[in-house]
Structures are given as C-alpha cells and as structure tokens.
C-alpha cells in the first residue's frame, strides 16, 4: 500500500484576533464552509482541525495558533492546481482572510508512515527534525523498530508525517521559506500519564530519530470535518 500524500498547515491568527474568536471561527465558521464547498471533496479526502489545547511533553510549545491536516488524492501534492480553482478563490480564501495572517501561515507536503491505525482520547502531536547524518529511509525504519519494544506504555494510536522537499507554501500556493521540520508525529493515549511515561522511557532512543534542536509539541483537540476514507 502506497503512502497517503498529506498536506498539513500551520496557522497564524489575523493580527488583533483573541484567541476565542480565531478558535471559533475556524471550527464554527470556516470548518463547515471549506467542508461543504461544491467539488471539494475531489480534493481533499480527510479534513482534520488540531486546537491547542496545553503544552506537549517536549521540546518548546507550539509556535502556531493551530494545525490543520488534508489528506490528498493521488501520489503527489496538488495545492497548485486547488489554489487556481474557483472554489478555493472565490469561497475559502475569501473567509482565510477572515480570520488568519496569509503572510504567516504556512503550509508543507508529507507523506505519511502509519505506524499504528489505532486512536484514544489524548492526541499529542511533536514537530522534529532528523539528526545529521539520518536520512528519511533510515528514520522510517528506527521508528518502526521503535514500534515492537516490549515492555513499556505504547500509544494507541502513531502516525508520522514525513515532510516532501519543495512544497512549504503560503495560503494560495505562493512559495514559502522552509520550516526547520522534517516530521511531524501524531500520537494517541488514553490519558496524559501514559503520554508522559512513554517519552520517559523512550527518550533515550529518541535522540537518535529526532534532534532537539527547534522541536515542538502541543497536546491537540481534534475535530474531523469530513473523512471520506470512513464513509467508503
């Protein structure tokens, strides 16, 4: 089975919007919108919002007002050719000016290594990048042995995104500066206890899959928009 192509946003408030009310109009206004919009389904099969919710077990707190993940058709990025579209001109941008700071916001596209389908009610999600000198074959396979040590508090559910070399964007498919990130971890416990044991006992091995260097981490609530992978 091929990797699932990904395209995961950072957001940045608009400039004089509290916190309550950037929350609020991503999830009550422009979740709904962008999920409902005519044809944009073709385009995106899962629409995830991520709200930060508390700081994460490590490395500084996230540096964005929140972190949005779609899930893409096909076996290549495509936010060029959604961004010319009239649906994301004419009915999301509009609203993106709304309520964030299209200079800021940035955006990059990943492919994603399941390690395990599972989910639970604590969702913490890291930003990382590789040690010098580790390539993404190589990681990919350290985080998969990870995966089989017996013996300590695993999560329910672990996802890593693998960031594609060329595509950080700005809203509207406009070239960005690269983030220092070369992945993105997705990890699901049943309570922050457990979250906190398992990077204890795995921090050692840790350090030889990610480096600490610019790492962040934020414990997420999760709101799903549209999943077309479950109504299948």
């Known amino acids: 089975m091929k990797p699932s ?10 400039p004089g919007l509290s916190d ?8 009550e206004i422009h979740g709904p919108l962008v999920a409902g919009s005519p044809g944009y389904r073709s385009w995106r099969l899962r629409y995830v919002q991520n709200h930060v919710m508390a700081a994460g077990p490590v490395g500084s ?7 949005a993940e779609f899930w893409l058709p096909g076996s290549s990025p495509n936010e060029d050719a959604f961004s010319a579209t009239d ?11 709304n309520f964030i700071d299209m ?15 599972g989910k639970a009610p604590v969702k913490v999600i890291t930003l990382s990048r590789r040690p010098a000198g580790l390539d993404e074959a190589g990681q ?11 013996g300590r508090i695993s999560p329910r559910g672990w996802r890593v995104d693998h960031a594609i070399a060329g595509t950080f964007r700005l809203p509207g498919a406009a070239v960005a500066e690269p983030l220092a990130i070369d992945c993105m971890e997705s990890l699901w416990f049943d309570s922050e206890n457990d979250m906190h044991a398992h990077f204890r006992e ?12 610019g790492q962040m981490s934020f414990i997420a609530d999760e709101y799903v928009f549209h999943d077309l992978f479950n109504d299948r």
């Not at 649906?87 to 000016?97: F, K, L, N, T």
């Not at 795995?202 to 260097?213: A, L, P, Q, S, V």
Request: glycine share 2%.
């Open 20 to 27: 309550a009310a950037f929350r609020y109009h991503w999830r």
């Open 61 to 67: 707190p996230f540096a964005f007002a929140g972190m």
């Open 202 to 213: 795995t921090r050692e091995e840790r350090t030889h899959i990610f480096t600490d260097d």
């Open 103 to 117: 200079n800021r916001t940035i955006s990059f596209a990943a492919t994603e290594q399941v390690l395990n389908a």
């Open 87 to 97: 649906v994301y001109r004419d009915r999301i941008a509009p609203d993106e000016r």
């Open 140 to 150: 990919r396979m350290l985080l998969a042995q990870m995966v089989s040590r017996p």
């Open 5 to 14: 192509i990904k395209k995961i946003a950072f957001l940045v408030a608009k």
